[in-house]
């Protein structure tokens, strides 16, 4: 079983997921924050450069419900040398939603059905898609699979809730009972509340024809999860040597988005989001949070962080 990292915007970019590699490792394959300009701009062409991906498999993931966009995409990176690409039938943002694209496509099953024809006809790499099970209700899962079934998916990951249920309540695993049932034709990866090894072993327990599971916050907040899961050992909290890593881990993202943004603003905005995720593993109380939060200057940010770990 492989174990994939999920793509999260403005969180698992090219600096994460190389400090991840460095540090941490248990990936076997990366995803991008999703693509969605038709010629590529200046952020989504760093994501997906080769330059800046050595060493990691990394499939770019595309957000768009127009064929033209998502073939002009997949040309462009098949040039980059990429061999496979994912469509992004996920995302419960609003925003995105509005616009029918990431879960909201799955509103209008027969569009996105003519979607998936020309598309899986005439893209030059390999297609697999993330998805929810449903806008409104699990009963649409049945539909849903049908038409995923008609096409020769690389892979169909399932996140099994549906887009009004955005990150909340309990998975619905039967949908991916179903899936096992009724559609054998194309490998199967589970996506959902993955963030310790009993909740992998009871997913594993349940979907006996999942072949690969994909993480998201479970990694952001202990990065040792998919180490652990391969190794089988037991879970333990960090000690001193471990805090120690996560600092140097830390410290690689911090001067990879100094490196790669101007300002110290936009840095300390990208750094405080990942302290949302990451403030598990070291404990942060709600005091330290805080002042990661107010703080205005790099040396201040790191003032308060070297007095954590």
């Known amino acids: 079983m492989q174990i994939y990292l999920a793509p999260m915007e403005g969180i698992t970019t090219f600096v994460y997921r190389n400090a991840f590699s460095h540090y941490y490792g248990g990936i076997d394959k990366y ?31 595309i957000l768009t419900n127009n064929t033209e966009v998502f073939l002009s995409i997949a040309t462009k990176l098949a040039d980059y040398g990429y061999r496979e690409v994912n469509l992004n039938l996920g995302c419960p943002s609003g925003t995105v939603v509005a616009k029918k694209r990431g879960a909201g ?9 003519a979607f998936l024809e020309e598309i899986f006809e005439k893209c030059p790499l390999e297609i697999s898609i993330k998805t929810r099970i449903g806008m409104e209700s699990v ?21 099994p809730r549906l887009q009004k249920e955005f ?9 991916l009972r179903m899936t ?38 479970g990694v952001l907040a202990n990065p040792t999860l998919p180490a652990t899961l391969k190794s089988q ?22 001067e990879g988005y100094k490196e790669l943004m101007s300002g110290e603003q936009p840095v300390l905005f990208r750094m405080k989001e990942l302290w949302t995720y990451m ?19 790099l040396d ?5 962080i070297a007095g954590i770990c």
């Not at 496509?105 to 059905?113: A, E």
């Not at 909290?237 to 600092?247: S, V």
């Not at 403030?279 to 703080?295: A, F």
Request: proline content about 7%; charged content about 25%.
């Open 279 to 297: 403030r598990k593993y070291p404990g942060l109380t709600d005091r330290q949070m805080k002042q990661i939060r107010k703080s205005k200057k």
């Open 31 to 61: 995803f991008t924050p999703f693509l969605s300009n038709k010629s590529l701009n200046y952020k989504e062409i760093n994501e997906v450069s080769p330059e800046h991906n050595k060493g990691l498999v990394v499939v770019p993931q």
């Open 300 to 304: 201040e940010y790191r003032s308060i």
């Open 180 to 217: 096992q049932e009724l559609s054998p034709m194309f490998p199967l990866c589970y996506n959902g509340e993955i963030v310790s090894k009993a909740s992998y072993d009871a997913v594993i327990y349940k979907l006996t024809a999942v072949e690969n599971i994909m993480l998201g916050r």
């Open 233 to 254: 050992n037991p879970e333990t909290g960090p000690n001193a040597e471990d805090l120690k890593k996560f600092r140097a881990f830390h410290d690689e993202i911090l």
């Open 139 to 159: 009963e649409e899962w049945e539909n849903l699979l049908a038409i995923y079934g008609k096409y020769p998916l690389k892979e169909l990951i399932v996140h």
């Open 167 to 175: 990150y909340e309540g309990t998975p619905h695993i039967e949908a």
């Open 105 to 113: 496509f799955l509103s209008i099953p027969d569009t996105l059905d």
